[in-house]
């Protein structure tokens, strides 16, 4: 942007008492006070930095910048609705659709309340912004003399780790960024040494960094964060029970390892060949942003990924495991895969954060939690409004419990009609158990029900229900994070009894389709974060103090294992070790049992890694992130809006597949230029130099 460091000096600076805003100041339900930052009436640098109390502040106020991810239906989550992990039942959000069809451009108008997040358009701003404040807290907080009753010694411990987290901070930032539009602008000098902004800078002067030069400087830039980091958020000192979330060495080593496997996939690393970015060069000096194939890459992740786990395996991290003494191991998986995401810092999450946005779990519809009423459905009880629901690859994706493979074909789970993936002609794989059609009498769900059978707890089902094959056999999580049609709601504490959720076109239905309005128009509920037997008849029941594991063990695991798949000199052997940790947690037998012969065949098992991270990872924005830096994202999201016929008026003419019952938007749709966004018009008319996203 013109004059864009003065432009962010002026925000660090001027405007620092509204950055912790209502949002950020109530977001800490939970518990955690280390990000509810009160910088009112500080005018000056000098005056920040005199005391420790007020320059620590500061390094609170530059947590607040985390992007959002887990906003699946706003701000940095936007990407969830955008991959084909999930379904819109809205008609309304016309933002999501644009760019769900492809229908968008650098100049593209959004309107919608809040959707300027949703469209990524500030995403460019807010990390630059944050970017400058990390740096100006690193370039002062050496002033700080006095803080308390502290020793010298014990202040200069502190300016030490909070450099390293201002540091590593400003490393994930710029992460974020990259992330999103690739290749970025490095604030750094000739020397390549990240710099405080200078005043003089230009916008029409800034020029984008190549994907090389932005890789090498994250990943340096952690190394040094990982060095100064404590291992434990209570090495920080005397508030550490309040100071979940802040940085830690597993934390910065977390993300080194995501931006290290990021580096090797083929997006970054030769685009598999294709010569995607071969015309992508700098207006400036005609150099390529994007670098030759590199294998070595996968050896450089694969130690990222080892380094951490290492840190691991001295029990400082584990997979969640253990969670109830139930004699039903499918039981035991499901309570504790739940766990993961009900019990706050638990030893799975390496960096988290509290849930932040203040309509997140807090006062959105009379209190209802914003992702919460709009996953669940309308008319279950109190409030939902089905609005991002799972799609029907989702379904399709989690494997049969009793085999433990995936239904259908691994890199071939559908056939095509005109050329896009038809998900009414699914490549079923025989061996796996699955069946499409169909139906089983009596069924009851093997976890989270514990009244079925039973006439007295259950009157309107005293011996199961009748259920679709499709959804019968299948692993704990996707009972876990589904609820199908005709299923109970999982609450054994209901009063009445059990409800069951329907969703077809019938006032007999607990959430009757409607042809306008909010509705569920997929035929599935994603309960993922809303845990058993909570109930759903009070507002304070929506409000829940959750913890975001933004990145945990079991990922780690999963890219470990993808690593030893790609590089060089491949280990499937210790591949599948990984993803069998992943998979014994969830249940299911090893992958090389259900795949016999999948330890020597390096093409089948790139498959089955992919699907078991789209299956562990549902809804936490990796499928996205995961589909882009493979490059199949082309491939896995042209699609038509697949759904079961919700409009059909009986439960059994509803489970059928169908593209022309949904009612809000154009097909899926998505094209090489949509693996990088487009920098903002408006900003880029501040930016005169900057060379725009190819296809934009």
């Not at 007020?54 to 959002?68: G, V």
């Not at 969703?503 to 309005?517: E, I, L, M, R, T």
């Not at 008849?537 to 103090?545: E, F, G, L, T, V």
Request: proline letters at 5%; hydrophobic letters at 35%.
């Amino acid at each position: 942007m013109k004059h864009i460091a003065r432009i962010l000096i002026a925000l660090s600076l001027l405007s620092l008492s509204l950055s912790c805003t209502k949002e950020q100041e109530e977001g800490q339900k939970g518990g955690s006070k280390f990000l509810e930052v009160n910088l009112y009436d500080q005018a000056t640098i000098d005056e920040i930095f005199a005391k420790g109390t007020t320059a620590f502040r500061y390094l609170a106020h530059l947590y607040s910048f985390i992007p959002q991810d887990e906003s699946i239906n706003n701000r940095e989550g936007w990407v969830v609705p955008r991959s084909d992990e999930a379904q819109f039942s809205w008609t309304q959000w016309v933002n999501y659709l644009t760019f769900r069809e492809g229908n968008y451009s650098s100049a593209t108008s959004v309107t919608y309340s809040g959707s300027m997040d949703v469209a990524g358009f500030l995403t460019w701003e807010k990390f630059y912004k944050a970017i400058a404040q990390c740096s100006v807290f690193l370039e002062h907080i050496d002033q700080v003399a006095e803080y308390g009753n502290k020793t010298k010694d014990e202040i200069a411990l502190l300016i030490k780790q909070s450099k390293a987290e201002a540091r590593f901070l400003r490393a994930y930032y710029y992460y974020v960024l990259f992330r999103q539009y690739g290749p970025v602008y490095l604030w750094m000098d000739e020397n390549g040494n990240p710099v405080t902004p200078d005043l003089k800078v230009d916008g029409a002067t800034l020029e984008r960094n190549t994907v090389q030069e932005c890789f090498d400087f994250i990943l340096r830039e952690l190394d040094g964060a990982i060095a100064d980091l404590p291992i434990h958020v209570g090495d920080y000192g005397e508030q550490s029970a309040t100071w979940q979330g802040r940085a830690t060495r597993g934390a910065a080593m977390a993300v080194k390892a995501r931006v290290a496997l990021m580096q090797a996939s083929p997006l970054y690393n030769g685009q598999n060949g294709t010569g995607l970015y071969d015309n992508f060069v700098s207006k400036t000096n005609g150099k390529k942003f994007f670098p030759e194939y590199d294998p070595n890459k996968w050896d450089i992740a694969a130690q990222a990924q080892k380094d951490l786990i290492d840190l691991a395996e001295t029990g400082e991290y584990a997979l969640m495991q253990g969670t109830t003494t139930n004699p039903n191991p499918m039981q035991v998986a499901a309570s504790d895969y739940e766990a993961i995401f009900q019990q706050p810092w638990n030893k799975e999450t390496i960096w988290g954060w509290w849930k932040r946005e203040s309509s997140e779990y807090g006062s959105y519809v009379a209190g209802a939690g914003q992702i919460i009423v709009c996953t669940l459905a309308n008319g279950l009880e109190l409030a939902g409004y089905s609005g991002i629901t799972p799609s029907l690859k989702l379904v399709d994706a989690f494997p049969m419990q009793a085999t433990g493979r995936y239904p259908l074909q691994l890199g071939n789970m559908y056939q095509k009609t005109n050329g896009r993936l038809d998900y009414s002609k699914p490549n079923v794989d025989p061996l796996s158990g699955y069946q499409a059609e169909g139906w089983t009498e009596n069924y009851k769900v093997p976890v989270n029900a514990p009244w079925q059978g039973d006439p007295t707890l259950d009157p309107t089902h005293p011996t199961g229900f009748k259920a679709h094959n499709s959804t019968v056999g299948r692993d704990a999580r996707y009972y876990q994070c589904l609820v199908p049609s005709g299923f109970p709601w999982p609450d054994k504490n209901r009063e009445g009894g059990p409800i069951y959720f329907t969703c077809y076109n019938s006032s007999a239905c607990s959430s009757p389709w409607v042809s306008s309005g909010d509705a569920n128009r997929v035929g599935y509920l994603w309960r993922k974060w809303y845990p058993t037997d909570r109930p759903l008849n009070n507002w304070a029941a929506y409000q829940m103090a959750v913890v975001y594991p933004s990145i945990r063990l079991a990922e780690i695991y999963l890219n470990y294992a993808e690593c030893l798949i790609e590089k060089p000199a491949p280990d499937l052997v210790t591949a599948c070790e990984y993803i069998n940790r992943v998979r014994a947690r969830a249940g299911l037998n090893k992958i090389e049992e259900a795949y016999p012969g999948i330890d020597g065949d390096r093409d089948l098992l790139r498959e089955a890694l992919r699907m078991e991270r789209m299956v562990e990872f549902n809804g936490e924005t990796l499928r996205h992130y995961d589909c882009v830096r493979w490059m199949t994202a082309k491939e896995e999201y042209t699609t038509y809006n697949w759904t079961l016929k919700c409009s059909a008026t009986t439960y059994e003419e509803q489970y059928q597949r169908v593209n022309n019952d949904y009612v809000g938007g154009g097909n899926p749709t998505f094209t090489d230029r949509d693996y990088l966004f487009p920098i903002y018009a408006q900003h880029l008319a501040e930016m005169t130099n900057m060379t725009q996203n190819p296809g934009f």
